[in-house]
């Protein structure tokens, strides 16, 4: 408890948003020291409905860190004088929401926090969102999300009345419908599905991230996306023969949603809904990891969640400076930025480089072991998994030669310098990509 009154007491001080930034930073060293000198599952039992393990901690230090990243990079808020005091509060309770989903071990207690999320993202999308359009992205958000989250409400109940508890701690589950089991089972994961999102449900995803602020985008790739698989690796836990069942039906789907959307991305012309596309791509491949139900599967995913939280965050940071400087998110009119900011393509290489599985990041070995847990399935989907990695590279490197490359507009010479807290937010970032690759077993070994 007293990791989330740290960050209650800094209330007072909503004004600056940098010592909110200071404190939540502050807070992960002891998640650190919990999670990662924590050898035992579920060791860190904080009451009968809380509790942690190696996969929830890495995941509360994920959304502290980038929640933090996030205020930072909304310091025109602060200058502009956009509701600051309401920023920083939709800011804390959503990262309040998230801390609790990631460390509830009741079933229901998970799906109150999961759905809860919902409304500070809502209020920040249409409080601080671009255009008009953040009525409708919003709409698209809320019922996706509902639509899809109340059969699984239903299905929790019907699982109490059959086993009489919700506890991830405890194993001794039963189906509430034996005869029934693939139907039960896709109602029951849809709302993950459709929160990851897996394709033909991500209509709401691309809407929200061109209509959301920097800080919207930055904590729903960072850290929203990956309530889904968070909650299909903990249903997966359970009931890991049905999982295994039913991977037949969605993998294929999975792998060539991604294929097609990494295809959308190389025709794209807005450096938002590029990244935005991408993050399908990426999760696509990280739910045929963990239906494989295998430790690599499920041990890469954890890494890729990590992986792709920071790099797409990052990538959506640099997309935000973008803008904020040429007023433009079209790729075709932001050419040329090497000759006037060196270093924002340096920045740009190293995120591009990292969403792209370059090594040494840690979104290498992820992909590694998603892959090899994926070709466990079915050697067929070797086919799927290297027309992905080609796109990948295809549409990462479009990217970044599009907006860097070319002759630049005589608009472009009077253009402002770069902000200093840029390089911090940037380093804070990338830097921690490369450097948990020294010591993967922090964000693998968690089973």
Request: hydrophobic share 55%; net charge positive; charged share 5%.
């Amino acid at each position: 408890m007293l990791m989330l009154i740290m960050p209650l007491l800094s209330l007072p001080l909503l004004s600056n948003p940098w010592f909110i930034s200071s404190s939540f930073i502050l807070t992960i060293i002891p998640w650190a020291l919990i999670s990662f000198t924590n050898p035992y599952p579920w060791a860190l039992t904080l009451s009968s409905l809380f509790s942690i393990d190696l996969m929830s901690s890495s995941l509360i230090i994920l959304t502290l860190w980038i929640t933090s990243l996030m205020i930072l990079a909304s310091y025109k808020i602060k200058f502009t004088n956009n509701l600051p005091n309401n920023f920083i509060i939709s800011s804390l309770t959503l990262s309040i929401f998230l801390i609790l989903t990631f460390s509830s071990s009741n079933l229901f207690l998970f799906y109150v926090f999961f759905e809860s999320s919902l409304i500070p993202i809502l209020i920040l999308i249409l409080t601080w969102g671009y255009q008009p359009e953040r009525l409708q992205a919003s709409m698209y958000l809320m019922m996706y999300t509902l639509t899809a989250s109340l059969p699984m409400l239903v299905m929790i109940f019907l699982m109490y009345l059959k086993n009489n508890h919700l506890s991830f701690i405890l194993f001794s589950w039963s189906t509430p419908f034996p005869s029934m089991m693939n139907s039960w089972w896709l109602i029951l994961i849809l709302a993950f599905l459709v929160k990851m999102p897996m394709f033909s449900l991500h209509l709401w995803l691309p809407k929200a991230h061109v209509e959301a602020p920097v800080a919207g985008s930055m904590i729903l790739a960072g850290v929203l996306l990956k309530l889904g698989t968070y909650g299909l690796m903990r249903m997966s836990l359970i009931f890991t023969q049905v999982n295994k069942q039913f991977s037949s039906v969605i993998t294929p789907l999975a792998l060539w949603g991604a294929v097609i959307t990494s295809l959308i991305c190389i025709r794209q012309t807005d450096l938002k809904s590029l990244i935005a596309y991408s993050s399908i791509g990426h999760m696509g491949i990280l739910l045929a990891g963990i239906l494989s139900s295998t430790e690599w599967g499920w041990q890469g995913a954890l890494a890729m969640m990590i992986a792709h939280g920071l790099s797409s965050s990052a990538l959506f940071l640099l997309a935000n400076t973008t803008y904020e400087l040429t007023h433009t998110r079209s790729i075709f009119l932001t050419k040329g930025m090497i000759i006037i900011f060196p270093a924002l393509t340096l920045w740009w290489f190293i995120a591009t480089a990292a969403n792209m599985a370059a090594p040494p990041s840690i979104n290498l070995l992820s992909e590694i072991l998603l892959i090899t847990a994926t070709l466990s399935q079915a050697s067929l989907l070797a086919i799927f998994l290297t027309i992905l990695s080609f796109l990948t590279a295809a549409y990462s490197l479009f990217l970044f030669a599009s907006t860097q490359h070319g002759a630049t507009s005589p608009s472009s010479i009077s253009l402002p310098p770069l902000n200093s807290s840029f390089f911090l937010n940037s380093s804070l970032h990338l830097i921690p990509i490369f450097l948990l690759i020294l010591k993967p077993e922090m964000i693998c070994n968690w089973l």
